[in-house]
C-alpha cells in the first residue's frame, strides 16, 4: 500500500479535497444539517406525544426524516412526469431534502404548546417564531461551543427554502405566529437581490419552489401520521371517529374516507393502508408556471406547486380530526398546562438572574453562555439569549433541568447537566 506522503504530497489531503469537490453545495448544506447536535436533539423532542413515553411515537426527528423523504420523492415524481422539467432542467432534490430536514430545527420543547409559551414570554421582545428560530439557527448559531456561536454559512437557495413567512414581528399586530423577527430583514434583502418586496396579503405565502415541496411533504407527513399515531394512542377510536363524523359537514369523498379509517382500524391494516396514502399525496402534485416579481431572476420562482384539490380536502379533514379528538383532548390540555409552567418558570429564573449586574448573579448556564451574557446591558438582548437556550433543550432536559432548579429532592453536584 502506498504511503500517503510520497515525495514529500500529501495524498491523503488531495483526496479529501477531491471528494470535498464532487459535492455539490446543496449536498455539503444537507450534511452539516445531518451532524448538528440541534439536528440530533430532535430525537427527544415533542411531535404530538411527549418524547419518550413509548417507542412507537414520532418525534420531531423521525418526523423530520419522513419529510424528507417526501420531499424527495416529490421531486422525483415531478422530474418523471413535468414537461417543464428535463436532464438539465430540475428541482434539486439535494436541496430539497435539506430543507426538509431543517424545517424543525426550530422547534422547542413540547411542540406547538412550547412554542406558544415561549412567544408569551418574548412578545415584549420581537416574539417567538419557530420558522424564524430556524433561520435564526441556520445562519448565526448552530455551532455553539464553549468560545462562540456562528451560523452554518448556508446557500442563498437553502435560506430561501426553509424561510416560509416574510412578514417582519413589528409590521404585523399582534402576531401569534408566521413571522420573521426584526432582525431577519438583512435576510430578506439577501434573498431576494434587493427588489422590492410586496406587502401584500399574499406576502407570507410567496415561496421558493423547493420551500412549497417542504411544505406540502410537511403537510402530507403529519396529516397522516398524526393519525397513525393517534389511534396507536388510544384517541382516535371507532366510536368518537364515527361520532365526530356525525357532528361534521363532509362532502362525499370525505365522508368516504372517514369511513374508510373505521374499516382500516377493524381490519388492523392502519399503518400500511395510510403508508400507501403517502404515495397517494406525493402523485397529487403538478407544476404550473408562475409570474411574479422573481421568476425573470430564478427559477425557483418560476413555479408553482399545484395539489390535486380532492387530496388537498382529504389532508383538511385529517388534520381535523387529529385537531378535535387528540389536540383539544383533557390529557393533552394537562400536559401542556405543565410543559407552559416549566417554560416559563426557566424562563424568569434566568432572565431575572442575567439582568441583575450585582454580586449575587449565578453561574447558571454553559460557559459560552456566560461569555455573552457577560457583554450584554440590553434585555431584549438577554431575553433573546435566554429563549435561545430554553429552545434548543429537549423535552427530557427542560424537565430535568427545571426539577434541578425547583425540586428541593432532585439532583446532585455530580450529574451530568
Known amino acids: 500500500m502506498m504511503n500517503d506522503f510520497y515525495n514529500g504530497f500529501d495524498f491523503a489531503c488531495l483526496e479529501r479535497q477531491r471528494l470535498d469537490e464532487i459535492r455539490t453545495p446543496f449536498q455539503k448544506d444537507r450534511d452539516r444539517i445531518l ?3 440541534a439536528f440530533r436533539r430532535l430525537q427527544a423532542k415533542t411531535q404530538v406525544f411527549i418524547s419518550g413515553e413509548y417507542d412507537f411515537y414520532r418525534t420531531r426527528l423521525t418526523h423530520s426524516l419522513e419529510v424528507a423523504q417526501i420531499g424527495r420523492s416529490i421531486c422525483h415524481y415531478l422530474q418523471h412526469e413535468s414537461d417543464f422539467l428535463g436532464v438539465h432542467f430540475y428541482v434539486d432534490s439535494d436541496l430539497v431534502e435539506a430543507v426538509c430536514l431543517s424545517h424543525d430545527l426550530g422547534h422547542p420543547p413540547f411542540g406547538h404548546a412550547g412554542e406558544k409559551s415561549l412567544h408569551g414570554l418574548m412578545n415584549a421582545f420581537g416574539g417567538f417564531e419557530g420558522n424564524a428560530q430556524t433561520l435564526r439557527i441556520i445562519s448565526e448559531i448552530i455551532y455553539s461551543d464553549t468560545v462562540n456561536r456562528k451560523g452554518m454559512n448556508p446557500t442563498r437557495a437553502f435560506l430561501d427554502g426553509i424561510m416560509k413567512y416574510k412578514s417582519l414581528f413589528s409590521a404585523l399586530v399582534n402576531p401569534s405566529n408566521h413571522f420573521l423577527y426584526d432582525d431577519q430583514e438583512a435576510y ?3 434573498i431576494f437581490s434587493g427588489r422590492v418586496f410586496p406587502k401584500d396579503k399574499d406576502r407570507d405565502t410567496f415561496r421558493s419552489i423547493e420551500c412549497q ?9 403529519y396529516s397522516i401520521n398524526d393519525i397513525v399515531d393517534g389511534i396507536s394512542a388510544g384517541f382516535l377510536t371507532l366510536e368518537n371517529i364515527e361520532r365526530w363524523g356525525q357532528d361534521q359537514a363532509l362532502s362525499r369523498d370525505q365522508s368516504e374516507h372517514l369511513i374508510n379509517i373505521t374499516r382500516f382500524i377493524r381490519e388492523n391494516r392502519v399503518s400500511r393502508a395510510f403508508a400507501f396514502q403517502i404515495g397517494e399525496f406525493i402523485r397529487a402534485c403538478h407544476l404550473e408556471k408562475w409570474q411574479n416579481f422573481m421568476s425573470d431572476l430564478s427559477n425557483r420562482y418560476s413555479y408553482k406547486l399545484c395539489i390535486d384539490p380532492e387530496i388537498q380536502q382529504r ?3 385529517y388534520k381535523k ?10 390529557q393533552i390540555y394537562q400536559l401542556e398546562h405543565k410543559e407552559d409552567r416549566i417554560l416559563r418558570e426557566l424562563f424568569t429564573i434566568y432572565f431575572d438572574n442575567y439582568c441583575d449586574k450585582t454580586s449575587t448573579r449565578r453561574v447558571l448556564l454553559p460557559s459560552v453562555y456566560e ?15 435566554i429563549c435561545d437556550y430554553i429552545s434548543a ?3 427530557g432536559f427542560a424537565i430535568r433541568t427545571y426539577k434541578r432548579l425547583m425540586d428541593p429532592d432532585y439532583g446532585s453536584i455530580i450529574d451530568f447537566v
Open 213 to 221: 415541496i417542504m411544505d406540502w411533504a410537511d403537510d402530507t407527513a
Open 393 to 395: 433543550m429537549s423535552d
Open 371 to 385: 461569555k455573552i451574557f457577560s457583554g450584554l446591558s440590553d434585555k431584549g438582548q438577554i431575553a433573546r439569549t
Open 321 to 330: 380530526l387529529s385537531y378535535d379528538l387528540v389536540f383539544t383532548s383533557p
Open 188 to 190: 430578506l434583502d439577501f
Open 315 to 317: 389532508c383538511k379533514m
Open 35 to 37: 451532524y448538528t447536535s
